[in-house]
């Protein structure tokens, strides 16, 4: 649990943005514990960014740089995110690494959502390495980002059964209708429960 006052969010997405849809749903049905101040964008065609002035909600895209695979200068993402006080980032389809300042800024106030249950098939395309693997559960996982890839300490998870009549489309589907459930019920009670870190394990309950 974070502080008394309302926590203010900020999204950082990608590409299509469902995760950030439902996040926006849940916030405007006041079911988030906190308030969606801004969406913040590293890719200028997102359609997040539309979805986000479709909700109201602030569409931004701070420069990237040169690279792809992480942001060249993190700082004028971090003023953003200052500028608006923003006391919690919550990345939904974000396709970047992070590292410091922004992760130690953001220590304990970041999360992530990913489409395994981790730490099972980290990375990239984690439904198909699941799908090709032949797993018989698979599921999606809400994480505290650290510096490391799909890690973090666990706020939540779901499991989704892969049927026999599945195809990786049908099971995809699947998939996101769970990210869609998980991810905003895992941001309440992270904003409305206090919680504290056992180690790896991340603990909700008052201590005793
Ligand atoms: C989701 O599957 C999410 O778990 C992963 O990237 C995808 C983003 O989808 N990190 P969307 O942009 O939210 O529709």
């Known amino acids: 649990m974070l502080s008394a006052r309302s926590a203010r969010l900020a999204v950082f997405a990608s590409g299509n943005g469902s995760n950030f849809e439902a996040l926006a749903s849940a916030a405007s049905r006041g079911e988030l514990g906190g308030d969606l101040v801004a969406v913040l964008s590293d890719n200028p065609q997102a359609f997040a960014l539309e979805r986000a002035r479709l909700h109201g909600i602030e569409a931004l895209t701070p420069p990237t740089g040169r690279f792809r695979s992480r942001l ?7 003023d953003a995110l200052r500028e608006r006080r923003i006391d919690v980032v919550l990345l939904a389809g974000f396709m970047r690494r992070l590292h410091a300042p922004l992760l130690d ?24 390495q699941a799908w090709r693997h032949g797993v018989r559960v698979t599921g999606c996982t809400v994480h505290l980002v650290e510096d490391a ?8 998870q779901a499991t989704v059964e892969v049927r026999e009549d599945d195809t990786q489309e049908s099971l995809e589907a699947r998939m996101h209708a769970a990210e869609h459930r998980l991810y905003p019920a895992a941001v309440r009670r992270y904003l409305t429960e206090p919680f504290r870190l056992d180690g790896r394990r991340l603990v909700f309950g008052a201590e005793e």
């Open 105 to 128: 800024a953001f220590a304990r106030r970041m999360l992530n959502i990913h489409p395994s249950l981790l730490p099972a098939f980290p990375g990239l395309d984690a439904i198909g």
């Open 72 to 78: 060249e200068d993190e700082t004028p993402w971090l």
């Open 149 to 156: 890839l799909d890690a973090g300490p666990i706020v939540a």
